[in-house]
């Protein structure tokens, strides 16, 4: 008896207690949910659901950036972006209690940039008619593109692929967008892409970085074009098809140079595939000539006390841009410079070589009297000539004569006596 009193009382307190409770305690909470979850994109169609727990006779209205915006019968509405990009919460209301729910958590919707697509051109810079061209369209994320490219707003369905090979006569302004199955379907379209072409063929001009060459010597050749992107083409005395040899960069350089390698040269570019040639440059005559050898001064040859000597060296051919080097000749010594039937080594006068072609040695000390030689260089690495034969400087300075003198002065000695 006492036990069901007490259980009786329970459900009283129960009873007066929830009848004092607020309207809000008991209302179901509404919950936003997205499709598709994730990354959102500019082009993306966005469904919105409001689900909310028990009942089913709801009326839905959804609230946008914290304004009141629209009621709907269907737990779903669907807004396309950018435009309707914001936060979100919704509610339920319904004519029986409970008469409404509480608002749903706000939900943002946020987008993201789409992948960029860019469009790269092959040969850069100036075009020429006729001329082949290859263009990419590069977008940054993902792999699986269908690429689709526009002249100006016109879909050029003849030219599908990443990349695409065109003649340069169809000028106009190119432009790529990407289409995938997946999310993100689409990429931003690339900016405009000009192709503007020049109706004359492009020249070339081909010199050489010596005037004079000789035997041993190197000569570069350099073939300039005004415009990148090209391989240089080289010939030797006459225009064929077959040339010498091609480079990738505009200079060609004969190492060691022999007589035969003297005669007429020309240079052409060419890029593209098929390749497109520019015009043949004039021809440049490269005459190739005995190493010179150095012919050396000395002024004056004979020295008196005070005098300061001027060495002169010249090269025996007419040329230039050569740098002068002096050396004082001593006896031969193995692992030092020397001339080449190895009579003399050589000791230099001075550590670098000079541009004047003249050297002025001012003695100091004895009399520096001994042969002398001289040699020029020139170009990097250094083509040097040949050593100047020797000459020599002689003192004017007359020295006393040596004699011997001998202590004891007789003509017999014996060892065990100091002489």
């Avoid at 609230?63 to 339920?92: E, V």
């Avoid at 520019?278 to 000539?289: A, C, E, R």
């Avoid at 002025?360 to 170009?379: D, H, K, N, S």
Wanted: proline share 7%; net charge neutral; hydrophobic share 30%.
């Amino acid at each position: 008896m006492e036990n069901t009193l007490l259980c009786v009382l329970l459900l009283l307190s129960i009873l007066i207690y929830c009848g004092h409770c607020d309207e809000d305690d008991v209302q179901p909470r509404a919950t936003l949910r997205i499709s598709p979850q994730g990354l959102l994109y500019s082009v993306d169609t966005v469904t919105l659901q409001c689900d909310i727990p028990d009942y089913t006779d709801w009326t839905y209205y959804w609230y946008i950036n914290n304004q009141p915006g629209y009621s709907t019968h269907g737990k779903t509405i669907t807004i396309s972006l950018p435009d309707q990009a914001g936060q979100y919460q919704c509610l339920g209301t319904r004519t029986d209690r409970p008469q409404k729910s509480q608002l749903s958590k706000a939900l943002s919707i946020q987008l993201t940039a789409l992948p960029t697509a860019s469009v790269s051109i092959s040969p850069q810079g100036l075009l020429y008619s006729g001329e082949t061209v290859s263009m990419q369209c590069d977008i940054s994320m993902y792999t699986d593109w269908t690429y689709s490219w526009y002249i100006g707003n016109n879909l050029d369905s003849s030219t599908p692929g990443k990349t695409i090979t065109t003649l340069s006569n169809r000028a106009g302004q190119y432009r790529c967008v990407g289409v995938r199955t997946s999310r993100p379907q689409w990429s931003q379209f690339s900016v405009f892409l000009p192709i503007r072409v020049t109706d004359y063929q492009p020249s070339t001009t081909l010199t050489s970085d010596k005037e004079d060459v000789f035997t041993g010597d190197r000569v570069t050749l350099s073939c300039t074009v005004e415009s990148p992107g090209w391989k240089f083409y080289w010939y030797r005395h006459r225009l064929d098809f077959t040339p010498v040899t091609t480079t990738s960069g505009y200079s060609y350089t004969l190492s060691w140079v022999s007589v035969s390698d003297g005669g007429q040269y020309w240079c052409r570019a060419g890029r593209g595939d098929p390749v497109y040639y520019t015009q043949y440059s004039d021809p440049v005559q490269i005459h190739v000539t005995g190493k010179p050898k150095a012919v050396l001064r000395i002024s004056p040859q004979w020295l008196n006390p005070g005098d300061s000597v001027a060495l002169n060296c010249k090269v025996d051919k007419t040329s230039t841009g050569w740098r002068f080097s002096w050396y004082r000749t001593v006896p031969y010594r193995a692992g030092i410079p020397s001339l080449s039937d190895k009579s003399y080594s050589l000791q230099p006068l001075s550590d670098n070589g000079t541009s004047e072609d003249s050297y002025t040695l001012i003695p100091a000390g004895p009399t520096p009297t001994g042969g002398y030689v001289c040699r020029g260089g020139r170009g990097d690495p250094v083509y040097y000539t040949h050593y100047s034969e020797p000459q020599f400087l002689w003192s004017g300075d007359l020295q006393p004569s040596v004699f011997l003198r001998i202590s004891p002065n007789t003509t017999q000695h014996f060892t065990s006596m100091s002489l």
